[in-house]
């Protein structure tokens, strides 16, 4: 059965497993996927290795992910401040893994945990409205705690222009954004640098995006093509401008 996903890989399922196909950067993650089941976290799938073909062999986590618009489910205060305690749980669980070897995107200094690199709807399986688990762990690699969480929060509050089929007004991303930072524990200095590293790490995608759109990626091609590009550069238009509110909300108000 081939599963629908970000449209990057090809994924099928074979019964209890999820077969996909393998890189340069597959074995840093199963590195990283074992050293989550030693620390005894249950939040990501288990890795078996690789199959006959040289696809990597992966438990499947039966639930329901969610692409876009996102379904009401995904938008309520309890599944946001759900995504956050599950990722402070998986980044507190990296630390200590192994930074050796190849990642999909290199290191980003300082790092202090395993980054998954694409926290969103449709990388998080959830349970009755709960997160319980995180997928496609290709994208992983060392980082600060707060690359992850600015994109997660990118796209769990979500932060976009409220114009975009899946915006909220500013004042209520404000609000979730705090939410979201205190399910997490986020400390201050992180707080004060959310907003911008969302704008960085939207950058930094757009930027992959285009380069692999050049060299001839056809499923990135497709996302350039179809203006995906566009439009997070038009989100991070609007966090510039929103910072302030954002940033006000995040870390001068007081504890609820």
């Not at 950067?25 to 620390?39: C, K």
């Not at 876009?68 to 995504?83: H, I, K, M, Q, S």
């Not at 192994?98 to 290199?106: D, I, L, N």
């Not at 200095?189 to 590293?197: G, H, N, P, Q, W």
């Amino acid at each position: 059965m081939v599963l629908a996903g970000g449209g990057v890989n090809h994924v099928v399922r074979a019964g209890a497993t999820v077969r996909r196909p393998a890189g340069p950067w597959t074995p840093a993650v199963h590195r990283l996927l074992r050293h989550l089941e030693a620390q005894g976290f249950a939040g990501a799938p288990r890795c078996h290795g690789l199959d006959e073909r040289g696809r990597e062999v992966l438990d499947f986590v039966p639930g329901e992910t969610a692409g876009y618009p996102l379904p009401g489910w995904v938008r309520t205060d309890e599944a946001l401040a759900g995504v956050a305690r599950l990722l402070r749980g998986y980044h507190d669980a990296t630390v200590g893994c192994s930074r050796a070897g190849e990642w999909y995107f290199p290191p980003v200094e300082p790092a202090a945990v395993i980054c998954h690199g694409d926290v969103a709807p449709y990388n998080c399986v959830f349970r009755r409205g709960g997160p319980v688990a995180f997928i496609d762990f290709d994208t992983a690699h060392p980082g600060p705690r707060v690359w992850d969480v600015a994109y997660a929060a990118y796209r769990f509050v979500p932060l976009h222009d409220p114009g975009d089929g899946d915006g909220i007004p500013v004042g209520e991303q404000a609000r979730r954004l705090r939410l979201f930072a205190d399910a997490y524990g986020l400390g201050a200095d992180d707080r004060a640098a959310l907003v911008e590293t969302a704008v960085k790490r939207l950058e930094h995608l757009v930027r992959f995006m285009r380069e692999r759109a050049a060299a001839g990626d056809a499923a990135f091609a497709g996302h350039v093509a179809r203006g995906d590009d566009r439009f997070y550069e038009m989100n991070m238009e609007h966090l510039r401008r929103s910072e302030s509110a954002l940033i006000f909300e995040l870390t001068c108000r007081s504890p609820r």
